[in-house]
């Protein structure tokens, strides 16, 4: 919906008919206008109205204290929570809880007004609300939310009534296998099942999920619900390439693609693109590459002063491209997260490389930097390179 917009001069009178004359409090007033509370006091103060004393402000500082004390009660006895009574009365739910405490009125525990609040709204005892809970959630396979559309109450309140009866909420892979053959299937018997076919047969969540004529991330859903292992990478790549079809149709697609030559070629034609600042600097803008938090912390030591930030591709030696260079006295520091820098013949190749053109390479690890707590002896490494 959009916000409407009232002018000073405009909004002058509405607000000293609403805030003055009739005496509205403030939510009140941002309510009857539909705008925020917070331009609702810009607007006064613009205006030149004065603010009335804070006890004054709102509606239910303006009742007697016997019959605020009955009110109050009385709605507490139907259930209704701070939040609700704050609405009816246009103000805060701390304002509510200041004034239950300031007239001694008893706060009910949670579990006396969830009863209440039951009673009230479905005229039913506790046993009775869970029976038609079970039977929603468990039979029918409803949501929190659904269910509460159809009691009239927050999802949240189911939320807290499924968790209390303990009621198992059906999850959305679950709910997903509604119009399957495994529909009607317990957390255990699809359990064995799912172990079955993803560790004995190695078959895929893909593959799975085509069987049962439902969506891969459904079943792995189902997996991480029932708490049932998933390979690592290496090994889920494996059990694709044990497909025969899969291995037919990768053969075909890539047949005669991947020759020596047309490997050689396109890295030629890499290489002299690298070569050029404008490819550089396209490639820069569209992986956005800036220092990561450790280059950046290195970076702003004072022993970094002479050293120019590379990483950004604005610097290639060879084919490679360093992360820290001072080009007067050839030298290179290179920052490795243990993460991404595992091949250590890879790291090898690339010190070489930089060797060949002539420089020297200090590579400094992230766990050296140890959350701050190393950065004495990293300052005393560079200050050793740097002589």
Request: glycine share 6%; proline share 3%; charged share 35%.
């Amino acid at each position: 919906m959009k916000r409407k917009i009232y002018k000073v001069d405009q909004i002058k009178s509405t607000l000293q008919k609403l805030y003055v004359d009739e005496s509205k409090s403030l939510v009140e007033v941002a309510q009857i206008l539909g705008i925020d509370l917070s331009t609702v006091y810009d607007k006064i103060s613009k205006c030149g109205i004065q603010l009335r004393p804070h006890k004054f402000q709102s509606k239910i500082r303006r009742l007697d204290e016997e019959r605020l004390k009955n009110e109050l009660h009385r709605l507490s006895l139907e259930g209704k929570t701070f939040a609700e009574i704050s609405k009816i009365y246009c103000v805060h739910p701390c304002t509510v809880g200041e004034w239950f405490r300031k007239l001694s009125i008893p706060i009910p525990t949670k579990e006396e007004s969830l009863s209440i609040q039951r009673k009230t709204l479905f005229g039913l005892t506790s046993k009775e609300l869970e029976l038609k809970i079970r039977k929603l959630c468990l039979e029918e396979g409803l949501d929190a939310k659904r269910i509460g559309k159809i009691l009239g109450v927050d999802g949240g309140t189911i939320g807290r009534w499924l968790l209390e009866f303990k009621i198992p909420k059906r999850t959305l892979a679950k709910r997903s296998l509604r119009g399957t053959k495994f529909e009607d299937w317990s957390n255990e018997k699809l359990k064995c099942e799912l172990n079955y076919l993803y560790w004995k047969e190695e078959k895929s969540t893909f593959d799975i999920g085509k069987e049962w004529g439902v969506r891969a991330h459904v079943i792995q859903q189902l997996m991480y619900n029932l708490q049932i292992p998933i390979r690592d990478s290496k090994e889920r790549i494996k059990a694709v390439w044990k497909n025969p079809k899969y291995v037919k149709k990768q053969k075909e697609s890539h047949e005669g693609c991947w020759t020596e030559g047309r490997r050689k070629k396109i890295s030629e034609t890499q290489n002299k693109l690298w070569e050029t600042q404008e490819h550089r600097s396209k490639m820069q803008r569209a992986w956005r590459v800036t220092p990561n938090a450790f280059e950046w912390l290195v970076g702003s030591l004072p022993e970094m002063s002479n050293y120019s930030f590379t990483g950004d591709f604005s610097k290639r030696i060879g084919n490679k491209c360093p992360d820290f260079v001072w080009e007067e006295k050839k030298k290179i520091i290179e920052l490795n997260g243990e993460q991404w820098h595992q091949d250590s013949k890879r790291e090898q190749s690339k010190i070489r490389t930089f060797k060949k053109y002539g420089y020297e390479t200090l590579v400094i690890w992230w766990k050296e930097w140890n959350r701050g707590r190393g950065s004495k002896l990293i300052r005393q490494k560079i200050q050793r390179f740097n002589r």
